[in-house]
C-alpha cells in the first residue's frame, strides 16, 4: 500500500456545436482545407473586432446548469496574453474573474460508491488554430480554421483521488455533455480535450504536493494511463529524496512516458485585462430560468427513472443510459410496446452486439423502435425462437426490412404442425436409444438433450416448447 | 517605484521586443521617467471607486448564431512559421 | 476660383448649381496635392481606384493611414505593416464610398498614432502648411495638413487622447473627437480600443456637422458601437447661445499655458459671453491626474493591441541570420524590433508593464479607477454646464524635432484633450486666434454623451462671429 495520496484536477476544453464561429460569422466547421473557413475577425486582421455569438453564451449557462453550477449575473471576457503562430492576435480572448458559471459539481460513481467531483468554474474562450510541423523543410504551417471555434473550459477541484476516478469522472462528463446537445464530445477530433494537473503528498497532509500539468492525451484511456505513469513518476522522485518540478510535460502515447515541453515558455505572465473590444453582459434570471427549462433529463435522472418507471435492472438501465440515442430508441419503443424489460433485454443484448459489431450507433441503424417491437413481438408470440430472432435482427439490419417480410421470405417461421415435429422426434428418438431408457427410467431432465437435437435437425425453427411436449409424450406416452 | 534595466529586459522578452545592450540604458532611463511621473497617481485614494473599462455603458451585445460567407479570396492561404518543437 | 480651395459645402452648392462638376473639383485637388505636398507631405500615397462619380456626397476626402481601405495598403505609418494592402473596407470608409465619397489618398500619421507631432512616421514627418519648420501635430497630423493646405476637402482621422484635436488646433482647422461608440471603429486598426474614436477634420464647422452625418450611427460588427438614432447634425448650426452656460475649469488656466493661447481663449470666452452664454467657472480637481492615467490605460491596451503583428501573417517578416533564443522567438523578436519604431516600442514596453504580474493593481488597474474619478469630475459640472471650454493645447505647433528626445514633454501637450478620451465624451476644436509668429490656436469644446449637436451649435456661432477659420496658409 502506497503512503501517498494522489491529487487530481481536470481541465476540459470542449468546442461547442454552435452554426458559428464564437466571435465571427464564420462556418464552425470541422474538415475544411487549410485556411478556407476564415475572415478578417478570426485572421485576427488589423481593424477587426469581435462580437459574441448569442447561441455560445446560451450553451455555456446550459452547461453551467447541467453542472450544478451559479450563473454568474455579471461576465465579462478578458484578454490572455501570449505569443504563438496558432493565435492571430497575440491573445486569446477568455474569461478571467467573472466566468460564466463558478462553484458547481458532478456526482460520479467509482466503483460503488458515489462521489462529487467540485468544479471551480467554467467559461467561454475563443480556440486556437492548428500546427502542422513540416520537418523535412523545417517549418510549421498554421491553420487557422479552427480559430475562434466556441469552447467552454471545464474546470475541476482537485478533488480527483486516483487516475481511475478521473476517468470516472471523465466518461460521466462526457455523457452530461452529450445528453446537453451542445458538443459532439469527440475526442478523435479534438472537440473534447482534457489536460490534467496531478499531484501527491503523505496520506494525512492537507496542504497539496507540487503538481505537473500534464497535456497532449487523445483519449480518456490515454488521461488515465499518463496519470498512473505520473503518479508512479512522482512516488519515485518523492521516495528517493527529489523534488517534483512544477512544469507541463507533454504525454507520448507511443513511448508511455511523459517528457517536459520545450517550446513554450514555462514562466508564463498572461497579463490578462478586461478585453474593451467586448462589453460586459448581465445574465438575468429569465434568460436562466429559460436556459434551464430547456435542460434535457440528465443521465442520473434518466437512469432513476428507468428503474422505477420501467423496473429495469441496473445492468440494463446502464447501458441504455450510457448513449442518449439508445435511450431515447428506448423509450420510443416502449410507447409502441408496453414491455419495458423485454425491450431493454434486446437493446442491452442483440443490438448492442450488433452496434458493437457494425461499430454503429443506433441512429445509424436501418432499424425504427417500432421494427424492434415488431420482431420481439414475433419472438413473444412464438412465431420465432428467441435464437431465431436474433438472426432476424441481423437480416433486418442488413437488408433495411421489417421483421415479418425477413421471416417469410428466408422461411424463418416456427415450425408448430405436430406431423412435422413428429417426424423429426421419430428419427431423434431412433438415434438415441440410451437417452430415450433414462427419461423413461424417470430422468426427466435429459428430455432437454433431445429437445435440443431435434431443433438442430429443424435448422432452429422448430417451436421448443412443442418439441418439449411431444417428446416427453411420445416416450412416456404422458 | 523605479524601473532597473533588468524590468525592461523582462518585460522586452514578454512584449518580443529584443532590446541590444546599447539602447537598454535609454529605454530603461525613458520609461523609469514616465514611470516616475506615473506615481503621482499612488496619491490618489481610490479604495471604493470601481474601475471603468467602457466610458459609455453598452451591454449585452450580441450576434445571432448565423453563417455568413466569409471576405477572404478564396486563395490559398499559407502561413509558415519556423519549425516549432514541441 | 480654386475650387481646392473650398469647404465642402461649398462645394456641393456649386455642384447643385451645375458651376461645377466632381471631377472638376477632384481634378483641382489633385493638381494642389502635385503642387504643395512636396513641400507637406501629407500623403503617404494616392489611392489606386479611380474615383466613381456617383451619391450624394462626391467630396474629395483624405484617409488616416490606419483607416482599412480596401485594396490599399494601410500601415499605420509602421515599416512592421509594410505591404498590408487590406481585404476589407472599415465601416466608416463604406459609409464614405456609399455617400459617393472620392478618396484622394493615405494620409501620414504617426506611428500607431503614438505621438503628438506626426514625427514618428515611418515615411517621416509631415510639415504644417503654417510654417513648414513646425509640426503639424498629431497623430492625425497627415488629415490635418492635407486640409489645411486645400489638398482634401476634409479628412478622417482618429482620437484616442487628442489626435483629431490637437493637429486640428495646430493647423487652424476644426475637429471633432465624437461620443465613444458614436462612430463605428470596425476597420479602424487599433490603438487603444476603450478611447480611440474615428471623426472629422474640416475646412469650418458645417463641414464638421455635415461629415458627422455620414459616418456617425451603428454598426453590429463593432461591440462598443451605440444603437441610438442619428439627428441631422447641420440642423444643429444655430448662430445663437443664449443662455447656453459655458463651464470654464479653473484647473486649464495655470502654468505651462502658453499666455498667447490663454489670451485667445480668453478672447473666445468674452465673444461666446457677449453672444449671451452664461459664463461659470468650474472645477475638474482630479483632470491634473488625466495624462498619467491615460499613459497607463492606452499603454497597456495597445500593448494587446499590437501583439499581433508578429510577421506571422501580413506585414514585415524578418529572417534572423543566427539563432540566439530558438527560431521561432527570434523571428518574433527580430520582426518586432525592426518593424516598430523607438516610440512605439516604448509604448509597448510601458504597457506590458503596466499589466504585468505584481503591477497589475498599482498600475493598469489603479489607472481604470482613477478613470472613474475623471469622469465623475465631467458628469458633475455637466448637470449644470452644457459645454466645458478649453484651449485645446497648452502650445501652438513647435519646431520639427524640438520634443522628440522628451517624450513625457510630448505627453503633456495633451493635457487638455485626454479627459475627454477617458469620459468617452465628445469635444470639438475649432480656430480661436494665430501666434504672433503667425501659428494657428485651437479652442476646445467638451459635451456631454451623445450631444455633438450642442458642441456644433456653439462652435458654429463662434465660427458666425470670426473669420479664423477662413485664413489660409500661404504656400
Redesign the interface.
Known sequence: MSQFETVIGLEVHLQLS???KIFC????QYGC????????VC???????????????LYGIKVGLALNAEINSFI?FD?K?Y?Y?DL????QISQFDFPVAKNGYLKIKSGKEEKRIGITRAHLEEDAGK?V???SN???????NRTGTPLIEIVTEPDLRSPQEAYDYLNTLKLTLQYLGVSDCDMEKGSLRCDANVSIRPIGQTSLGTKTELKNMNSFRAVKTALEYEVRRHEQVITAGGKIVQETL?WDDEKAQTQT???KEQAH?Y????D???????IDYKVIDGVRAELPELPQAKFLRFLSQYGLSEYDANILVADHGMADFFEAAVKEYPQGKKIANWLAGPVLMELNNRKAAINELKLTPKDLVTLIAKVEDGVVSNLVGKEVLTFMLDEGKGADDIIKEKGLAQVSDDSALLVIIDEVIAQNPAVVEQIKSGKSNTVGFLVGQAMKRSGGRANPKKLNELITRRITGA | MSISKEDVKYIAALARIDVPEDKLEGFTKSLGGIVQYVEQLQKLDVSNVKPTSHAVPVGNVLRSDVVKPSLISKEALVFKVPLIIE | MNLHSLTAHALLDLFKSGKASSKEAYEAVLGRIKAVDPKVKAYVHMAHAQPGYAGDFQIPIAIKDNLCTKGEEITCASRILKGFRSPYDAGVIERIKKSGGTILGIVNMDEFAFGSSCETSCYGPTFNPWNLQCVPGGSSGGSAAAVAADEAMWALGSDTGGSIRQPASFCGIVGLKPTYGRVSRYGLIAFASSLDQIGPLTKDVRDCALLMNIIAGYDERDSTSVNEPVPDYTKALVNDVRGLKIGIPKEAFVEGLDPEVRRSVEDAIDLLKKQGAIIKEVSLPHTPYAVATYYIVATAEASSNLARFDGVRYGLRAQPAKVRKNALIDMYEETRSLGFGDEAKRRIMLGTYALSSGYYDAYYLRGQKVRTLIKNDLDEVFKDCDVIMTPTSPTVSFKVGEKVSDPLSMYLSDIYTIPANLAGIPAISVPCGFSKSGLPIGLQLMGKAFDEEMLLRVSYTYEQNTEWHLKKPKL
Open positions: 454552435t452554426k458559428s460569422s464564420c462556418a464552425n482545407a487549410p485556411n478556407t473557413n476564415v475572415c478578417p485572421l485576427g486582421l488589423p481593424g477587426t473586432l469581435p462580437v459574441l455569438n448569442h447561441q455560445a453564451l465579462k484578454r496574453n505569443y503562430p492571430p492576435k497575440g491573445y500546427l510541423h513540416d520537418t523545417s517549418c510549421s504551417l498554421a491553420d487557422f507533454l515541453m520545450r517550446s505572465d497579463r490578462y485585462f478586461p474593451p473590444d467586448l462589453v460586459p453582459f448581465t
